[in-house]
């Protein structure tokens, strides 16, 4: 038998092999043709039973099971919510009879299981997987704002308890290798190949004919307790206490729907617990919150990886030897990534003492990996091997990338450029790491501008995902596809600009600054900015990010760019944050965190508390308590989406995809509302509705009250009146 989806093999045993590969997609996925199949199957399962000894289900994929279809699930709403939880009901019963089937149900796993593909192997009752790196199980959801939504919830609180499958499956979307899922119980068995699975699947069956899953077993508790025994209530306040604490009151609310899920689902029977976790699920999947993170995380990150149209001419790039200039933190941590990327790495700076330090920063990096069991002691050995500090520019002979990473300063660049490029491969690629320099002026430094590059990390190095990659007016498109297939062997998720003061995120992220620090000339409390940006949902708020950043370095750079925009016959249109950093700078010497003074105060380094001195340095005015905190965590979210749009409008990024994921991973953006054009896309208001339309209402209300910054761009105005939203490929009705 083969249905579209599920192929049937039945051996001489009397077990059942069903291997799920549909033949329209690359992965299998719970979509309608999946779960017509799934019906077919089911019921042919418990016809037959009599003559069936046990079931496999395994995969003919190199995945076996991605979970929901996203294109699916981002088109929901809440006029569909009859409709979904109707369909999640059916997926629900599907996998239950499956697991009181009668037999023993095994799931051969050979590849990642995730989502859903993660619950069908739940409802088996006993899990095999290879022993393959790749081979992950978990529940993702909460990272594309959902929940586990056909019985991932329910089955893991049974299995685990609750502390258990909230932090270690749940809450956090973890993806376990094969052997940390069988420490935690959720696979059972372990394979050494592929080849093994199928066969170690028969074999417990053979020798396990009367198997059930522990929940319909008479006299079952959940492992730890539930809410209603004594000790374990005692602790359950600490669940919701840090969650709060941790979400920072953003708008996140799939990990209150997993907890609440989960609590509750642990107090009723398995039925009942399985329609509370279809309201959590249904109220999600209808959400915007969803759709945003489904946006960004999936589809904008597929995009921002794929191959953008590289033509089959181009040859794969990999440099086997590097040079990095300057051995500073940044260069430091570009040498680490790139040694732990299998490349040789000279690190020079202007003595080898300097070097040194450089790859001390290494050896930091590398006993910490070996001591959390990340890694072993022989590859950290290997890894920094591959890192050969230097002060000799000869050391650099034959290599086929250099990434310079000095001081930003264009004088400086160019002497760098001039010593090294002597010593490179004939058709070594060239790259600048500077942030906010132009790249079209340093490559005047060089004598193949078609070879050079901006490729700008984020800090630390070693933990920033993104890799912002600037092309000058004379980079060529083969130029460009080296660049990418450097962040992909360096495992960073690339974004694509054209050359422009401040690049995209610079750019970007220095609107958010300005517009936090200027509240407190405007007589708002440092700690209500403070907690505005939190509630935003921005990783550090805007003050102790401005620390963070320097305040000294933050003039130079708004110097820069007022001298460069003179330069060019036009006005400079100050903002009110320059009074308030010259202020900090000139008035009181708090220059930031590097400082030991800035807006907070710090003790050995570290982060005590906001300085006092703020409150007569920019006095509150009037009563604070009566400072809606929408309005300013608008203001910075509004703020940043309108100068994303004025870089579109320029060319300065072509991409949507490449606006939210940058956005996202280099400078901080809510996850929760996609990226900086999607919120504009998914942006929702009380009075003025959804979409475009209302952002641009509501943007109008904030130039109106705050300045003529707000006032949207005509190009959004445009689109917004056309009912269309901002996408990659083809323009649609919002």
């Not at 109106?704 to 083809?730: H, I, M, N, W």
Request: aromatic share 6%.
């Amino acid at each position: 038998m083969t249905t579209s989806t599920i192929r049937w093999e039945q051996d001489e045993d009397g077990i059942v092999v069903l291997t799920f590969d549909d033949p329209n997609q690359s992965a299998n996925t719970m979509n309608a043709a999946y779960t017509e199949s799934m019906a077919a199957i089911i019921e042919r399962l418990e016809t037959e039973r009599d003559q069936l000894t046990g079931v496999v289900i395994t995969s003919a994929k190199t995945t076996f099971f991605a979970g929901g279809d996203l294109r699916d699930l981002r088109s929901l709403t809440k006029a569909d919510a009859a409709a979904v939880t109707a369909g999640m009901r059916e997926l629900k019963g599907q996998l239950r009879r499956l697991e009181t089937l009668d037999r023993p149900v095994v799931a051969a796993i050979g590849g990642a299981a995730l989502g859903g593909g993660l619950e069908i192997c739940l409802a088996c009752h006993h899990r095999v997987i290879v022993g393959d790196p790749e081979a992950v199980v978990g529940f993702p959801e909460v990272t594309l704002g959902l929940l586990p939504g056909v019985g991932g919830v329910v089955r893991t609180v049974r299995m685990l308890g609750i502390a258990n499958a909230l932090l270690q499956l749940l809450l956090q979307g973890q993806r376990l290798r094969p052997g940390k899922a069988l420490e935690l119980g959720i696979v059972d068995a372990v394979v050494s190949s592929p080849e093994k699975l199928i066969p170690a699947a028969k074999a417990w069956i053979k020798a396990n004919p009367d198997a059930k899953q522990p929940w319909d077993r008479e006299g079952y508790k959940i492992p730890g307790g539930t809410p209603s025994v004594p000790k374990f209530a005692q602790n359950l306040p600490a669940f919701p206490a840090n969650l709060r604490k941790q979400l920072k009151g953003a708008n996140y609310p799939a990990p209150h729907h997993i907890l609440a899920a989960a609590v509750e689902g642990a107090q009723v029977d398995f039925d009942n617990a399985m329609e509370i976790e279809g309201r959590y699920f249904v109220d999600l999947v209808t959400g915007q919150v969803a759709k945003n993170m489904i946006q960004a995380f999936f589809f904008d990150m597929q995009r921002a990886g794929g191959d953008r149209d590289r033509p089959a001419s181009i040859e794969v790039f990999h440099p086997a030897k590097m040079v990095v200039l300057g051995a500073g933190m940044m260069g430091a941590g570009i040498a680490y990534v790139c040694a732990r990327a299998g490349i040789q790495v000279v690190l020079k700076d202007v003595s080898l003492e300097a070097a040194e330090k450089g790859k001390d920063h290494s050896r930091a990096l590398v006993a910490r990996a070996i001591e959390r069991g990340r890694s072993t002691h022989e590859e950290g050995e290997a890894l920094l091997a591959r890192i050969i500090p230097s002060a000799d520019v000869k050391d650099a002979a034959g290599a086929q990338l250099k990434i310079e990473a000095v001081f930003e300063d264009p004088a400086t660049k160019h002497q760098v450029y001039a010593e090294t490029e002597p010593e490179l491969a004939e058709d070594a690629l060239l790259a600048s790491n500077t942030s906010t320099l132009p790249i079209s002026s340093l490559a005047e430094g060089v004598s193949r501008p078609e070879d050079f590059i901006g490729l700008h990390f984020f800090s630390p190095v070693d933990k920033m995902p993104l890799l912002e990659i600037v092309k000058s007016e004379k980079t060529s498109d083969e130029t460009l596809h080296r660049a990418l297939d450097v962040a992909k062997l360096i495992k960073k998720t690339p974004i694509v600009v054209n050359d422009s003061r401040g690049f995209f995120t610079s750019r970007v992220i220095g609107t958010f600054i300005n517009e936090g620090v200027a509240m407190l000339l405007e007589g708002v409390p440092a700690a209500t900015i403070e907690q505005a940006s939190s509630q935003a949902g921005y990783p550090a708020p805007v003050l102790q990010l401005s620390d963070e950043l320097n305040l000294h370095l933050l003039r130079r750079i708004r110097d820069a760019s007022r001298a460069a925009v003179q330069a060019e016959g036009h006005q400079w249109n100050a903002h009110p944050a320059e009074q308030v950093i010259e202020r900090m700078l000139d008035e009181y010497n708090r220059g930031g965190r590097a400082a030991g003074a800035g807006f907070y105060e710090y003790e050995d380094g570290k982060r005590t508390r906001l300085w006092p001195g703020l409150r007569d340095a920019f006095p509150p005015v009037g009563d604070p308590s009566t400072i809606a905190l929408r309005d300013l965590e608008e203001r910075m979210l509004f703020i940043e989406s309108l100068e994303s749009v004025k870089c579109l409008d320029e060319g300065v990024i072509v991409s949507v995809a490449d606006a939210n994921i940058g956005s996202i991973l280099g400078i901080g953006f809510p996850a929760w509302t996609g990226g900086v054009l999607q919120y504009i896309n998914g942006y929702e208001h009380p009075v003025h509705g959804t979409g475009p339309a209302a952002f641009v209402a509501r943007a109008r209300e904030l130039a109106a009250t705050c300045g003529k910054r707000f006032q949207p761009p005509a190009s959004l105005v445009e689109k917004a009146e056309e009912g269309e939203r901002y996408e990659d490929s083809v323009t649609v009705a919002a």
